[in-house]
Antibody
């Protein structure tokens, strides 16, 4: 079955960067896009962007343009999301979420367990 | 930037029908998707492509669209349906995703 295993919690300081990982199994990695979604404490879901696991092309929400980079390593079926210039309001749970259908994208249907990132001085 | 608008809360008694709306200018051309999220859990897809139900989702969940509005209907809502519900779609270019602000469904 589809499994998305995310890296562990991070505690970091304002201005720093963080790199999150999402290791996948149970399906053909390169056939599916991967979304990244975050949720601040007590707040709603926020779509951050998407990566084509095959070619590596990305689309980022305007809010995060210039501050996030999504990459993938097909040899280990893993996607990564690096965010820089962290601020306290980047404190959130970050989810990777696999697209529902292969080779196109619309919405995810399989989610990782989430990674809590705390940004605090 | 593109936005999807949902009511913050909807409340019904058990057995009643709950309707949660989501409005967005691109919805006439782009699919709506709906997620259920219970406290401390990852979201679960309950409706895809406007009105299709994934396997394992109870039949009481249905979706519809009309113009710029998508609606999630929970017919005969049960206490276990209490959760936050989010709509999701893409902007008119299809390049960027977006979630609505979420609706808290209370069943009591």
């Amino acid at each position: 079955q589809v499994q998305l295993m995310q890296s562990g919690p991070e505690v970091t300081k304002p201005g720093a960067s963080v790199r999150l990982s999402c290791k996948t199994s149970g399906y053909t990695f390169s056939n599916y896009y991967m979304h990244w979604v975050r949720q601040a404490p007590g707040r709603g879901l926020e779509w951050m962007g998407i990566i084509n696991s095959s070619g590596g092309s990305t689309n980022y929400a305007q809010k995060f343009q210039g501050r996030i980079v999504m990459t993938r390593n097909t040899s280990v079926s893993t996607v990564y999301m690096e965010m820089s210039s962290l601020k306290s309001d980047d404190t959130a749970v970050y989810y990777c979420a696999r697209e529902r259908v292969p080779k196109q994208w619309g919405a995810p249907d399989s989610w990782g367990q989430g990674t809590l990132v705390i940004v605090s001085s | 930037s593109y936005e999807l608008t949902q009511p913050p809360s909807v409340s019904v008694s058990p057995g009643q029908t709950a309707r949660i709306t989501c409005s967005g200018d691109a919805l006439p051309k782009k699919y709506a998707y709906w997620y259920q999220q219970k406290s401390g859990q990852a979201p679960v897809l309950v409706i895809y492509e406007d009105n299709k139900r994934p396997s394992g989702i109870p039949e009481r969940f249905s979706g519809s669209t009309s113009g710029t509005m998508a609606t999630l209907t929970v017919s005969g809502a049960q206490v276990e349906d209490e959760a936050d519900y989010y709509c999701h779609s893409t902007d008119s270019s299809g390049d960027l995703g977006v979630f609505g602000g979420g609706t808290k469904l209370t069943v009591l």
